[in-house]
């Protein structure tokens, strides 16, 4: 058993160490050949560092991937299986998309551009004005499928190779709510499921769960779709949280993964009324999103540069929303909370 054990850590340490080896040098690659990050005349930005701070940000990085691997040692979910090679060959596809598109996003970036996504919606009316942005400076914002085929790219690259691992910790809340539920009978709902890299982490763990993703891109659904053909219980919907298109108790579980950091605070609080309402009493609320001011007060210079070298208009009020009292007044309650590097997890109860 301790041979099996130490075998599986080894295939682990080094499949993540290729992983983050390849992301974070692509990240130093981009940094490298961007552009400068102020426009001229600006007055250069200074986040407030202290001293450690990159000492803590190392070691927050490293205990996330401890986290992940005692979660699959405690078989919460299995090991990632992402050392092969069709995957390889796609990865490198879309790193060589990733820096074709950087030049277009270093000028959005410079030129503090980020609507222009506008324009290519306009006339179309099936969209709130505060989606019509090019998050990220991304091109073609939410709306085109190039991006949504290139998103996992982008925020891997941001975050050296971190990504899938801080959602695995979401993934891990929600099977300690889940144990010992026949997973047949767990019905699940993914807001702002996006291109189904979530859900498709969910099926590896659960792959008999009843899942249902929404996401307001049609571009993004349809990427999703393709993904997760392969589990024939999972429907994906396009529409808006805030009007959810479902009945009043319809789920059993709820995961919310990197939304609300990109909503405007009224629109947070329909949205967190409206999976209050197609939660069942009882049910389980799953929230993962960036840390917040105080979190993990050695990284919150990592937070400043945030709002400042991406178009993200609705992080600053994020980074102080008080989400035990937002859902709270909704009716739910912190059961656990967890940091994951960059990510808080909470897990909510409907009361």
């Not at 099996?4 to 983050?20: E, I, S």
């Not at 407030?48 to 940000?57: N, S």
């Not at 205990?63 to 050392?83: S, V």
């Amino acid at each position: 058993m301790s041979l099996k054990r130490d075998l599986g850590r080894a295939r682990y340490a080094a499949a993540q160490g290729a992983r983050v080896a390849w992301y974070l040098s692509q990240y130093l690659l981009a940094r490298r050949i961007s552009g400068p990050f102020d426009r001229p005349g600006e007055p250069k930005f200074e986040p407030k560092a202290a001293e450690g701070d990159a000492l803590r940000i190392r070691t927050a990085f490293l205990e996330l991937f401890a986290k992940d691997r005692t979660n699959i040692e405690m078989g919460l979910y299995p090991a990632p299986d992402d050392i092969r090679l069709e995957r390889a060959v796609a990865a490198m596809r879309h790193s060589a998309s990733f820096f074709r598109d950087l030049p277009n996003v270093d000028q959005r970036r410079l030129e503090r551009d980020g609507t222009e996504v506008r324009e290519q919606a306009k006339g179309e009316g099936r969209y709130p004005t505060y989606y019509l942005q090019n998050f990220h400076y991304q091109t073609g914002g939410w709306l085109s499928q190039d991006s949504a085929k290139l998103y996992d790219t982008q925020v891997e690259i941001l975050f050296g190779g971190a990504a899938d691992a801080m959602r695995r910790v979401a993934l891990g809340s929600l099977a300690r709510a889940i144990r010992g539920t026949d997973q047949r009978k767990v019905k699940l709902l993914d807001v702002a499921s996006g291109n189904g890299r979530f859900l498709r982490q969910v099926l590896a763990a659960f792959p008999r769960i009843p899942a249902t993703g929404l996401d307001l891109s049609p571009a993004y659904c349809t990427e999703a779709r393709k993904r997760l053909a392969a589990w024939p219980q999972v429907e994906i919907i396009n529409g808006a949280v805030e009007q959810a298109p479902f009945e009043d108790a319809s789920f059993d579980a709820v995961s919310c993964v990197y939304l609300f950091h990109e909503l405007p605070p009224r629109v947070r609080r329909d949205a967190a009324r409206e999976i209050a309402r197609v939660l069942k009493p009882g049910g389980t609320l799953i929230f993962a999103d960036s840390l917040q001011t105080g979190d993990a007060t050695d990284l919150d210079r990592m937070l400043e540069y945030f709002p400042v070298g991406f178009h993200e208009p609705y992080f600053s009020s994020y980074l102080n929303e008080d989400f035990a009292a937002l859902f709270g007044e909704c009716g739910f309650e912190v059961e656990e909370t967890e940091l994951a590097f960059l990510t808080k997890v909470i897990r909510f109860r409907k009361r």
